[in-house]
């Protein structure tokens, strides 16, 4: 696999994709390790009500995140990978950037104003959603669409690690008593603050950058490339991130722990592969697509085997291993989540595929609309189909709505690419890998 995909780039972008890949790898292997020393900590201390309050609050604050960010972690992605050797391109970019995402920061601000207002649920916890809300401003300042689409995902990785480093050094000194609860997420928004700004420095001087303020008409132009992936991620959202909240209207901050916790634990397992691969492979296959768009078609083909046998091993090992995990992650108070995470561990599964065909491919074949469109009807069908689940089952109801959904948007992709000539998945390409001796199968350079 690996010599079949190395005829697909030249060589020195293939070793640069490897040590992107490695330092992606390690540093997700140092964040799997780092809440190992919280996680356990604080959900025995703090129980399933209130660590379904902490997690209701980040619902909230992933909708102000969307917002700061805008799309722009794709469609800006694409723009560096391209032109990455034009300082001046690069600078103008990274100017209009910073000040879109710092006006739609204040933009967040007066909403979250007006949530605190109208909403009595939101106002009751307004000190958590205070310090949930301080994340926004580390997403301003944090560029990393820049570092991926200058494939600089090293020191991407590492900014990461040093916020998560910070993250866990903040619970284990800061929480104390069961009521300690909202510092989690004030050591989590604390870490990604100063990430951003070592980071935004950093990134200014390695880069040569220089900041001047843009004018509207750039400011527009930006707006529009990035709003249909904005309103693309906003409807992805609403069918894959918005169980939380949805069980905090229709069930209790209880059901709202237990399907958190094993969400949550399904994300820290999937993200293993699935995160390191994503970052790394997406700024390599936009720049293929925009020198060739069989090339790039040719790389998305050959990555797909190794995302799906990744997840198809981390999928059996959460089924098998659920009530284990639970218990040690968790510990005895978050039984009902064992039956939640296995319902869900088909996900790493229809996440890499929905990965492949809409983020690797429809994006990059520059199908916007299309999967704005698929993601929106698929986000229809999705939210009516959890809102019925979850008001009937609780969180048993939101993951196998969850898990339905996805399945849903899987086919809704693989459908549209079928329709217009594009295959993805080969089963070709698993053959090659299972039925050829290795030395043969990574000696092979054929193009097809």
């Not at 129980?47 to 309050?53: S, V």
């Not at 929905?354 to 690797?360: A, E, P, Q, T």
């Not at 217009?420 to 299972?434: A, K, N, P, S, T």
């Amino acid at each position: 696999m690996l010599g079949r995909l190395t005829a697909a780039m030249p060589e020195g972008q293939w070793r640069k994709l490897s040590v992107n890949i490695a330092s992606l790898v390690s540093v997700q292997v140092a964040n799997y390790l780092l809440p190992l020393l919280t996680v356990p900590y604080v959900s025995r201390l703090i129980g399933p009500e209130r660590l379904g309050l902490l997690n209701i609050s980040l619902g909230y604050n992933h909708y102000f995140v969307l917002l700061i960010s805008f799309g722009f972690d794709l469609s800006v992605v694409r723009l560096v990978a391209i032109h990455r050797q034009d300082t001046v391109y690069i600078s103008r970019l990274f100017s209009e950037v910073i000040t879109a995402k710092f006006i739609l920061f204040f933009v967040s601000i007066g909403l979250f104003a007006g949530l605190a207002v109208w909403l009595p649920a939101f106002r009751e916890h307004l000190w958590l959603n205070m310090v949930t809300c301080l994340y926004c401003l580390g997403t301003v300042l944090f560029p990393q669409w820049l570092y991926q689409g200058m494939e600089d995902l090293s020191r991407m990785a590492l900014f990461n690690l040093i916020g998560k480093t910070i993250f866990t050094v903040g619970v284990l000194f800061l929480i104390r008593t069961a009521d300690d609860y909202a510092y989690q997420n004030l050591a989590m928004s604390s870490g990604h603050v100063i990430v951003g700004l070592i980071s935004l420095t950093m990134a200014m001087h390695r880069y040569q950058l220089v900041y001047r303020l843009p004018n509207w008409g750039a400011l527009y132009k930006r707006y529009k490339e990035g709003i249909t992936l904005f309103f693309s991620t906003v409807v992805v959202t609403l069918y894959s991130s918005s169980h939380i909240l949805l069980l905090s209207f229709v069930s209790t901050a209880y059901a709202a722990g237990v399907f958190s916790a094993a969400s949550k634990l399904e994300a820290l397992i999937r993200t293993f592969i699935s995160l390191a691969l994503n970052q790394a492979l997406f700024p390599v296959i936009a720049k293929a697509f925009g020198e060739d768009t069989e090339r790039g078609l040719t790389m998305v083909r050959r990555i797909g085997p190794i995302l799906l046998v990744g997840t198809v091993l981390i999928s059996l090992c959460i089924l098998v291993t659920a009530p284990l995990l639970i218990k040690i992650m968790y510990g005895n108070k978050f039984t009902d989540s064992v039956v939640v995470l296995r319902i869900i561990s088909i996900l790493p599964i229809l996440l890499s595929l929905n990965s492949l065909m809409g983020m690797h491919t429809l994006l990059n074949l520059r199908m916007d609309r299309a999967y704005f469109s698929l993601t929106a009807g698929v986000s229809v069908v999705g939210c009516g189909l959890a809102y019925l689940a979850t008001s009937r089952y609780g969180a048993i109801g939101a993951s196998s709505a969850w898990v339905a959904t996805e399945l849903l948007a899987v086919m809704a992709f693989y459908a549209y690419l079928k329709s217009r000539g594009v295959c993805v998945i080969r089963m070709i390409e698993f053959r090659r890998l299972f039925t050829r001796p290795l030395a043969v199968y990574l000696s092979d350079k054929t193009v097809r």
